[in-house]
């Protein structure tokens, strides 16, 4: 599967079209993949250029998930990783040192594959519109990939269509940093590759397009949306490119994110606003939720299959999604947050089955082709959960709701989606 998901990356590099490109650069899009939206902004300026991606949430969630910003810096050979909010920043300096020759050879033995088919069509509609003071072309580009049965991958088929508009321009940034030579390595196997290829239309840069993955039997697998938001060529402020004077430097990523306390959390959650301990605090901060005539949920447990699900994030999804519905929301930290009555309800989430398609472990070839590196991985995803609302003691089952979803996206986005649809009916039974 490796060996496949790489020939479709091969075959999306070859056809580049840089053309137009300008010393400061500042080009904003927005990707949105399966309803998840993610902001990019990438700002060049001589040697240097920064990179940030925020994951579009409410207010609240930014709190807990703080944008780092990325500056290359080739002038001074190094990389710097910054937390504007905190002042806080890592420096990493390139690897300049002169690769060693002292790697082993790796003597596996390689066998003949069969053959993998590689077919890429551009079709120009004839369609031009202005974007951003460039002239936009109307393209379809449609790639599919076949292999054979004697493939080293095996017999199989995809598809990928993209309808977008395109335009001459182009932000390239040349820093070489020199790294290590890899040790030499052979395949176990290899195919011959066929590149098959129509339409003598150059692609340039995507404005405004949607990109649609099918599997092999012809479904949609996933779906993504790029939006280019602004294109600038005015001059660029060199602060963007460095940090400044008062910002302090760490030794590691984990105090760089210097994420907020459980404490302040739950503050942010709508829980303590006094600053004192949770245990300190319960029947203040309850009343206070009962005044303000808000019923206090206490998130609590996971269960069943629940590594197969990032916890953390679920969480703060269903936080965000019980706000949104009127209620205030804390994460359970302790046993005695329950038996002193700090909620008014607590919620419980078992995950009863989570799984991924094939298709979802090749969701990575869509970050790179968008220029979207951290996107998630997608494919056809589905979830099954059940969703239980107990008494403030936390064992008293108040209601209980199953539900079910197959979805295109990641497990998370198949359990959220399930867990959404469990709430919905749900909390009509404890307002």
């Known amino acids: 599967m490796r060996k ?14 840089p053309s137009v490109s300008f010393a400061d650069v500042k080009i904003k899009q927005k990707v ?24 579009v949430m409410s207010e609240e969630a930014g709190d807990f998930m703080p944008n780092i910003a990325t500056i290359t810096q080739c002038d001074l050979r190094r990389t710097l990783q910054v937390n504007d909010k905190k002042k806080l920043y ?18 596996t033995k390689t066998r003949t594959g069969g053959t993998v088919t590689i077919t890429f069509t551009v079709t ?18 449609l790639q599919i990939v076949e292999s054979s049965a004697d493939s080293c991958s095996g017999a199989g088929k995809s598809k990928m269509e993209t309808d977008g508009w395109y335009a001459d321009f182009s932000a390239d940034f040349n820093c070489p940093i020199d790294t290590p030579d890899a040790p030499p390595s052979k395949p176990d196997c290899r195919d011959r590759v066929i590149n098959k290829r129509s339409g003598t239309t150059k692609l340039g840069f995507l404005l405004d397009g949607t990109m649609k993955m099918f599997d092999s039997k012809g479904t949609v697998a996933s779906t993504i949306r790029t939006e280019t938001l602004e294109i600038s060529r005015s001059p660029l402020n060199a602060a963007f490119f460095d940090v400044g004077k008062d910002y302090k430097l760490v030794s590691d990523s984990q105090e760089l994110y210097a994420m907020p306390s459980m404490s302040e959390m739950m503050t942010m959650a709508g829980g303590d606003d006094d600053g004192d301990s949770p245990k300190n605090s319960t029947v203040k901060t309850s009343s206070n939720n009962k005044s303000s005539g808000k019923k206090h949920l206490g998130l609590d447990f996971f269960s069943g299959n629940s590594s197969k699900v990032n916890q953390d994030v679920i969480r703060q999804t269903m936080m965000e999604s ?6 205030a929301t804390s994460f359970v930290t302790s046993p005695n947050e329950i038996t002193n009555g700090r909620f008014d309800y607590v919620v419980g989430v078992e995950i009863v089955s989570a799984k991924q398609s094939k298709a979802g472990k090749i969701g990575g070839l869509f970050g790179k082709v968008t220029g979207n590196t951290d996107a998630a991985k997608v494919g056809d995803s589905e979830a099954e959960v059940v969703v239980t609302i ?39 039974k404890i307002k």
Do not use: C
Request: glycine content about 8%; charged content about 25%.
């Open 124 to 141: 120009d509609t004839g369609e031009r519109k202005q974007m951003f003071g460039l002239t936009a072309r109307h393209l379809k580009i």
């Open 322 to 327: 019980l706000n949104a519905k009127g209620f």
């Open 390 to 428: 107990y008494q403030k003691d936390g064992k008293t089952v108040v209601a209980q709701q199953s539900a079910k979803q197959k979805i295109a996206g990641s497990t998370d986005d198949a359990a959220k989606s399930a867990i959404e649809t469990a709430l919905n009916q749900l909390v009509g």
């Open 90 to 107: 890592t420096a990493d300096p390139f690897n300049d040192d002169t690769p060693t020759a002292t790697a082993t050879k790796n003597v």
């Open 32 to 55: 949105t993949v399966e309803g998840q939206g993610m902001e990019q902004t990438r700002m060049i300026k001589g040697a240097r250029e920064r990179r940030e991606t925020k994951i």
């Open 4 to 17: 496949f998901i790489n020939l479709i990356l091969l075959a999306l590099t070859i056809f580049s079209a």
